[in-house]
């Protein structure tokens, strides 16, 4: 809002609103770095820049039998893969398990029986005589303080969990007593955050991976740092050099400033948001959000009479209710090139709304357009200031990249690309489909040969 002028339109004031300019974003990309070195010296950051103590990359001749288990959400999955020493792996197991509603609000020794009981399902007749014993890796997706590759508290639950007695307690121990418990045998050789176990698995296929980035339900990305760089860390394990994964959580972005420029939409989403004031780059990007974010733009250009105005046009209940426009309309819409909109149409239908014009049609792929875009742009802020901390100016550099949001959103590859052309930074970004089990069970295999 220039010298007091007011904006013409809601619809324009939100397009401009939620654009970032060249600039705009080469400044989020600084900030974003500054938070970077923030974390790495321990100081007050909003990106905790977690260690993950993982040190190697595979070598592709990782051969026999690994487990990976994976508490991420509301699924507990438990795998088996099978390494051949040749670079090549393949899933010999996998079994998924919903965790019910009373572990994750029980206690813990309820919510690590529960897991302890599905690893004990697995088939056990498997060749297992390669690795002299069976050997976990344990992804555990939730903020969590390592100080060594197998050992590491919870920090906070997030993702609807409450469990008492786990928070401040080292998960690895929690979980092996549940072993023990059943008489059970086999050891959790590594504690691996997904977005670890994403890099680790995207290195296995290609060693030129620097940077595993989640875009799902939420957001998070890890990548390669030089040991030396990694202040916090106590000088013994400094002085070894070399290389080590961090977690970032860089979802956590500009939770402590105004580093990210923010529409009111943004702060109507935190607002009504379970961890208010946390997470704002992930509320901004993430898959939990991006269809929300729509809905509200569509509310307050519908209250301002800019879309479904014409008479004939009918509205129903479900613009008011919260999260009723799910994230994946805005990859069904932006799939939509028919002359007359008529998928964006059946997607208003779903969502209550009949007889749209087209314009209004028009207007609702172009609110969905800008919402993705910005997430795009953001995002590749982030992958920047990251390749700036790694120094590389190689143009071979390879981002992995896992989630829904990734994967199925039709321009957000191109967009993403976009956005880093414009920050100057150039990488190639693949998708990294289903690699964080992968990665742990890797992980398992290279924490076992350091012990
Ligand atoms: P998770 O991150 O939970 O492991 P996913 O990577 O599948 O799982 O991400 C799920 C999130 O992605 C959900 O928030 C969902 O709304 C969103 N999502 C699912 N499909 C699409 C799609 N086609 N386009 C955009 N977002 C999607």
Redesign the pocket.
Known sequence: ELLGFKPRSVFSDLTSQFSLTGSQMEEIATHFFMEMRRGLQGIESSIRMLPSYVTEIPTSREKGVYYALDL??TNFRVSRFTFDGMGSASITDERKYTVPDSKMTGTAEELFDFLAECVASLDTSADDASTGGRFYGFTFSFPTQQTAIDRGTLISWTKGFNTTGVVDHDVVELLRDAFKRRGFEGDITALVNDTVGTLISAAYTDPRTHIGV?????TNAAYREKVENILKLPKEIRDRGGEMIINTEWGNFGSNGKMLPSTDVDREIDDNSRNKGQQLLEKMI???Y??EMVRLCLVRMYDSGEIWSEPGVEVKADLRKPNSF???Y???IEYDMSEQLHIVHRVEKTFGVEGSTLEDRIKLKEICGMIIQRAANLTACAIAACIRQIGSQDSDLVVGI????F???PSFRQRLSAGLGELAVQCNVILAKDGSGQGAALISHGALIAR
Not at 214 to 218: D, F, R, S, V, Y
Not at 402 to 405: M, T, W
């Open positions: 991420g959400g989640i875009l799902g339900t939420g993430s898959g939990m991006l269809g799910l994230s994946r805005l990859s069904d896992d989630g829904s949001v994967e199925h959103h």
